[in-house]
């Protein structure tokens, strides 16, 4: 069970756009429509920010989105604004097992 | 609103046993549509799945970690804990609980504790 492969940074304007990758495997993320992303800024606790791959939770804005494409997973953050700098984590739940990603740093320019 | 807080020593001994219990508050630990899990963070570093208990007992772990961790839970006191055997500098982290999804947001860990930081050192 190996970490998901995250880019370690992205950086984007406000109001721009930027995408996340999440790469996995055919045994993970792959194979099952069961993958989160987290949203952590310093000293917190992880929020929950997609589940299921592209669906939101109660609350969360929806300039994030989710999709998927074979073994990767992808978070899009749009209209991007100061609070959304942060780090991103995406999470595969692949047979009662869970997988976290690297984490990605993401600075808004 | 439902809660959970994570409570243990800040300092444990290398070679020792970690033990910590996740607290749950404004709704009960035996609901069918959830698991609880253990989540840790490296200084510096991200985040790794420890393992999940669901309230009869059920668990699975980290394959990484499966020899050195127990979890278990106690319905009676709304609580679950951890208990990581032989532990070194390298199991220094905080240690977050978390609510993980099983019928709904299956898969996905949505009410997190505050975190507790742990640090393995004579």
């Known amino acids: 069970q190996s970490a998901l492969t995250q880019p370690a940074s992205v950086s984007g304007s406000p109001g721009q756009s930027i995408t996340i990758s999440c790469t996995g495997t055919s045994s993970d993320v792959g194979s099952y429509n069961l993958v989160s992303w987290y949203q952590q800024h310093p000293g917190k606790a992880p929020k929950l920010m997609i589940y299921e791959v592209s669906k939101r939770p109660s609350g969360v804005s929806n300039r994030f989105s989710g999709s998927k494409s074979g073994n990767t997973a992808s978070l899009t953050i749009s209209g991007l604004q100061a609070e959304d700098e942060a780090d991103y984590y995406c999470?595969?739940?692949?047979?009662?097992?869970?997988?976290f990603g690297g984490g990605t740093q993401l600075t808004v320019l | 609103q439902l809660q959970l807080q994570e409570s243990g020593p800040g300092l444990v001994k290398p070679s020792e046993t970690l033990s910590l219990t996740c607290t749950v508050s404004?709704?009960?630990?035996?609901?069918?549509?959830?698991?609880w899990g253990w989540i840790r963070q490296p200084p510096g570093k991200g985040l790794e799945w420890i393992g999940s208990?669901?309230?009869?007992?059920?668990?699975y772990y980290n394959p990484s970690l499966k020899s050195r961790v127990t979890i278990s839970v106690d319905t009676s006191k709304n609580q679950f804990s951890l208990k990581l055997s032989s532990v070194t500098a390298a199991d220094t982290a905080v240690y977050y609980c978390a609510r993980l999804g099983d019928t709904a947001m299956v898969g996905a860990f949505d009410i997190w504790g505050q975190g507790t930081m742990v640090t393995v050192s004579s």
């Open positions: 999470c595969s739940y692949a047979g009662s097992l869970a997988v």
């Open positions: 404004g709704g009960s630990i035996s609901s069918s549509s959830y698991y």
């Open positions: 208990i669901y309230y009869s007992g059920s668990t």
